[in-house]
């Protein structure tokens, strides 16, 4: 007789996506606190139920889609700090590379600032909302990146961590002044100026 496990495991994980889909519609439109199981159910066309048979609760269901967001970047990134194979050639080009990569994600990916917004707003009253942001996207920057640094010993860095994080910092910075308070118009800058200006402190030009 012929199973019915391999079409099962396709709903569940169908489910999955359309549960996550509906998440990231309900919390960006509403915010964490107003956004209910019962809402990402209805959103996701799915049971309330079904939802809390994937999901334990709601900060794991926030968690989940910051994680999925993360390994979407990721992806889409050819810096990928979980993979070394990533973190090779010229400390220029690469710093340069990944800089330009994080501020076109910003522009490109108008959700990424709505999150940061979602997370830096509600974070006081829910502190377990950027633990997901803090464990799946900041960490394996900085700790890639620092590897990476750490590597490149013709740049005698005396702390690469530290460098690693005043790098990230500042683009995050740069992000946050320019997109999600919207500086842009206020303090404009060129992204390819504050790049420059950047790996210059990383990597001396010559």
């Known amino acids: 007789m012929t199973s019915h496990k391999p079409p099962e495991r396709k709903k569940s994980a169908a489910k999955t996506a359309a549960i996550l889909n509906g998440?990231?519609?309900?919390?960006?439109?509403?915010?964490?606190?107003?956004t209910s199981m019962d809402r990402v159910a209805a959103s996701a066309s799915v049971s309330k139920a079904t939802v809390y048979s994937h999901f334990n609760d709601k900060s794991s269901l926030f968690a989940a889609l910051i994680q999925q967001l993360a390994e979407d970047k990721f992806k889409a990134n050819s810096f990928d700090p979980r993979d070394e194979r990533t973190m090779k050639g010229n400390p220029r080009d690469v710093l340069s590379q990944l800089a330009k990569e994080v501020l076109d994600e910003a522009t490109c990916d108008p959700q990424f600032c709505e999150f940061m917004r979602l997370i830096i707003g509600e974070s006081g009253r829910f502190p377990e909302l950027s633990r997901p942001y803090i464990e799946n996207v900041a960490k394996p920057?900085?700790?890639?990146?620092?590897?990476?640094?750490?590597?490149?010993r013709e740049l005698t860095l005396s702390?690469?961590?530290a460098s690693a994080r005043t790098?990230?910092?500042t683009l995050i910075y740069f992000v946050m002044l320019q997109r999600v308070l919207g500086g842009a118009t206020l303090m404009p800058m060129e992204s390819d100026r504050m790049i420059t200006t950047l790996v210059d402190l990383i990597v001396p030009s010559t």
């Open 23 to 34: 998440a990231r519609q309900e919390f960006l439109a509403n915010g964490y606190a107003a």
């Open 141 to 152: 920057l900085i700790d890639g990146l620092t590897r990476y640094l750490a590597s490149c």
């Open 159 to 161: 702390d690469p961590e």
């Open 167 to 169: 790098f990230m910092g």
